[in-house]
C-alpha cells in the first residue's frame, strides 16, 4: 500500500524543501588513539616537543570543499582547544565557507611547504617557526593556516609561502576560500579565542589562526 505524501505549499513547502536538502554539520573530539600515534610518531610529533600526545585531540568535521561538496577533514589541535575549534568549524560549515582539503599533516610528512602547496588545512605540526628555534604555536596545536594557497603569508620583500598564492596577494579579490579583514571568517575564529595572523602589522600571514596570536 503506498502512503500519499502530503502536499505541502506556499512557504511551508519552502521550507520543507530546504529543511530536507540542507546537509547538517557533523563533528567529534576524540584522544589520539593507538593507531594515530604510531602514524603521527617520528613524523608530525617525536620525543622532545612541548606537547604529548595525551594533550592533543583530533576533531572530525564535515566542510564544504571548493565543488560545493560536503567533505570529511581531520584536525589534531590541543585539548584545550578542541571545544573551541569544533564551534569554529560549525560557524564555517554554516557559513558554507569552502576549504580546498582538510588532511592531517603527517599526509605529507609533516612537510609544511608540501602542504601548504596542496592547500591543505591543517592545525598541529611540531615544528619550529621558519628561520628560528622557537616552537610555532602549531607545535601546540594552538595554531591552523586555512586554504594557505588563496590566504598566503607575505613578507615586506615581495617573498609568498606558498608560492602559487602570489596571485591573491591582492586581497580586495573575491574568490573562493579568501579570508578577508572584517569578514565573517575572521570574526568565526576571533569569537572563539583565535586570533587572524592577517592582522599583523608585518609580516602578513593571511591563512593563520592561533589561540596566541603568534
Known amino acids: 500500500m503506498k502512503v500519499p505524501f502530503p ?6 513547502a519552502s521550507f520543507a524543501i530546504f529543511a530536507f536538502a540542507a546537509p547538517a554539520f557533523h563533528g567529534s573530539v576524540d584522544p589520539i588513539g593507538p593507531e594515530l600515534q604510531q602514524r603521527m610518531t617520528g613524523v608530525s610529533w617525536h620525543r622532545g616537543c612541548p606537547v604529548g600526545l595525551d594533550r592533543l585531540r583530533l576533531l572530525r568535521v564535515t566542510h564544504w570543499d571548493f565543488d560545493g561538496e560536503v567533505r570529511r577533514g581531520r584536525l589534531v589541535v ?12 560549525q560557524e564555517l560549515f554554516d557559513l558554507r565557507f569552502p576549504i580546498r582539503r582538510m588532511r592531517l599533516v603527517d599526509a605529507y610528512g609533516a612537510d609544511d611547504r608540501r602542504s601548504m602547496d596542496a592547500d591543505n588545512t591543517s592545525a598541529f605540526n611540531c615544528r619550529f617557526v621558519a628561520g628560528t628555534s622557537r616552537w ?3 607545535a ?23 608560492p602559487a598564492g602570489a596571485r ?21 575564529f576571533e569569537e572563539n579565542g583565535w586570533e587572524w595572523g592577517g592582522r599583523w602589522s608585518w609580516p602578513r600571514d593571511y591563512q593563520h589562526f592561533s589561540v596566541g596570536g603568534n
Open 78 to 89: 590541543h585539548r584545550d582547544s578542541a571545544a573551541a575549534m569544533l564551534r569554529t568549524m
Open 136 to 138: 610555532s604555536e602549531h
Open 7 to 12: 502536499r505541502l505549499h506556499g512557504a511551508l
Open 168 to 188: 591573491f596577494v591582492d586581497r580586495s579579490l573575491r574568490a573562493k576560500g579568501l579570508i578577508h579583514r572584517g569578514g565573517p571568517v575572521v570574526a568565526a
Open 140 to 162: 601546540y596545536g594552538r595554531a591552523i593556516d586555512v586554504n594557505p594557497v588563496e590566504n598566503p603569508y607575505v613578507t615586506g620583500d615581495g617573498y609568498v609561502s606558498p
